[in-house]
Structure formats: structure tokens, C-alpha cells
């Protein structure tokens, strides 16, 4: 499982864990590791590339190219059905966080799959309770 978060850090120069996040999509690339994601991710990722471009992050240029080459990765992505978002919005009372994040959540338990994340405050309210690796622990 794959967090918006991390991929971000393969085109915002000045993130923290870039060299890791680098690691893991070099491990996908070779198919290492599998990846899975939300759809939308997607929207997750170019919202947050906007902002980038507002605060002067990176250029409208690179962003609209690192969405183009975001395209060609081999992540599988998931669409959520009504009912397991009545499953979502359980956890989300339980961990008093974004219906956003909980939806990485419920999809890495799906899965049985560990949810590879640099977001600190998901990974400290939801460590016990979810199988999660934060990106600074990755190789």
C-alpha cells in the first residue's frame, strides 16, 4: 500500500525521506514490491502538486510532467464501493482522522498489506491498531 504522501516526495525536491521514498520506487519499478492505492490518489497527489506550484515548489511545467510520468508506474489502484465506505467511517469515529486516510487504512487491512506512509500523525493515531511501516523505516 501506497500513501499520496510518498509520492509526492519523488517530485518535491525539499521533502523529508526523499532518498527513501526513492528507494521504494526504484523496488517497484523492478517489481520488489507491489503497490496498491486508492483511485483517488490521483487527485490527492495533483491537489497537493498545486499547492506546490502556488507556494513556488516546483514549476507548473514539472508538475504537469510528473503527473504525465506518474502514468506509466505500476500501481494498482482500488475504487471503494458504498458499502465499504459505511466501514470506513467506523474507523474514522475510532481514530478521529480524515475519511481520506482512513481509506489507505481500511484498504492496507483489505489487502493484508503493510501501508507505507510519511504522514506522522496517521501513523501515530493508527500504528496499534493497523499494519503500517512509516517511510523513514523503509530498507
Given at each position: 500500500?501506497?500513501?499520496?504522501?510518498?509520492?509526492?516526495?519523488?517530485?518535491?525536491?525539499?521533502?523529508?525521506?526523499?532518498?527513501?521514498?526513492?528507494?521504494?520506487?526504484?523496488?517497484?519499478?523492478s517489481?520488489?514490491?507491489?503497490?496498491?492505492?486508492?483511485?483517488?490518489?490521483?487527485?490527492?497527489?495533483?491537489?497537493?502538486?498545486?499547492?506546490?506550484?502556488?507556494?513556488?515548489?516546483?514549476?507548473?511545467?514539472?508538475?504537469?510532467?510528473?503527473?504525465?510520468?506518474?502514468?506509466?508506474?505500476?500501481?494498482?489502484?482500488?475504487?471503494?464501493?458504498?458499502?465499504?465506505?459505511?466501514?470506513?467511517?467506523?474507523?474514522?469515529?475510532?481514530?478521529?482522522?480524515?475519511?481520506?486516510?482512513?481509506?489507505?487504512?481500511?484498504?492496507?487491512?483489505?489487502?493484508?498489506?503493510?501501508?507505507?506512509?510519511?504522514?506522522?500523525?496517521?501513523?501515530?493515531k493508527?500504528?496499534?491498531?493497523?499494519?503500517?511501516?512509516?517511510?523513514?523505516?523503509?530498507?
Amino acid at each position: 500500500m501506497l500513501d499520496a504522501c510518498v509520492v509526492l516526495k519523488w517530485f518535491l525536491l525539499d521533502e523529508p525521506y526523499k532518498e527513501k521514498a526513492d528507494i521504494l520506487k526504484q523496488d517497484m519499478m523492478s517489481e520488489k514490491v507491489k503497490l496498491f492505492a486508492p483511485s483517488f490518489m490521483l487527485q490527492e497527489v495533483t491537489n497537493s502538486l498545486w499547492k506546490a506550484i502556488k507556494l513556488k515548489r516546483i514549476t507548473k511545467e514539472d508538475a504537469t510532467e510528473a503527473l504525465k510520468n506518474l502514468d506509466d508506474l505500476p500501481i494498482n489502484f482500488y475504487e471503494f464501493n458504498w458499502a465499504e465506505a459505511s466501514d470506513e467511517l467506523a474507523i474514522v469515529s475510532k481514530l478521529d482522522l480524515a475519511v481520506y486516510d482512513v481509506a489507505y487504512l481500511f484498504l492496507s487491512e483489505k489487502m493484508n498489506a503493510k501501508l507505507i506512509t510519511s504522514d506522522d500523525k496517521m501513523y501515530q493515531k493508527a500504528k496499534l491498531n493497523f499494519k503500517l511501516l512509516h517511510l523513514k523505516d523503509y530498507m
